[in-house]
């Protein structure tokens, strides 16, 4: 098989929208001669035609990424809504209990500490948020008071 230079003649007539680039391409037999004014005037309103059509396509593909991003910003605002009411059902959970709660991530960090546990601990709520009260490495108490360990007495202070 041929390649089609040999056997057509070809004109080429660039397409841009936005940063996208294309060429559209008018094929014509080589035994009917070049391309005249018509064939080129032609070639121009293709390529606005194609032109729009690309341009249509990216503006509705826009509409439907604008819609989507507005769509994900509400589910987003929806879900920290959910949060803050969650951590302020915790929060008065928490601070209800008649018993001390404290609640550490996996270094030992307290999270949440209420007053009941604050008093056994001789410090205020605050000044214990974000402390280590347990070195896991060590088995030793870093900031509860010797005389109010809640644990063992197996466990000696560092």
Known sequence: MEPLAIRRRALHIPVRV????????????????????EDVALGRRLSLLVSHALATRFAHQSEAEGQRLMQLS?????????????????????????????VQDANGRLLIINEPAAQVLGQPVDDLLGRESFDPAEGAAK???????????NCTAS
């Open 74 to 102: 509400e589910q987003l605002h929806l879900s920290e809504q959910a949060a803050l009411r969650n951590a302020a059902l915790l929060k008065g959970v928490v601070a209800g209990l008649p018993l001390g709660l404290t």
């Open 143 to 153: 900031c509860w008071p010797a005389a109010r360990r809640p644990w063992s007495s």
């Open 18 to 37: 936005r940063e996208r680039r294309a060429i559209l391409v008018l094929l014509r037999p080589v035994a009917d001669g070049g391309f005249d004014r």
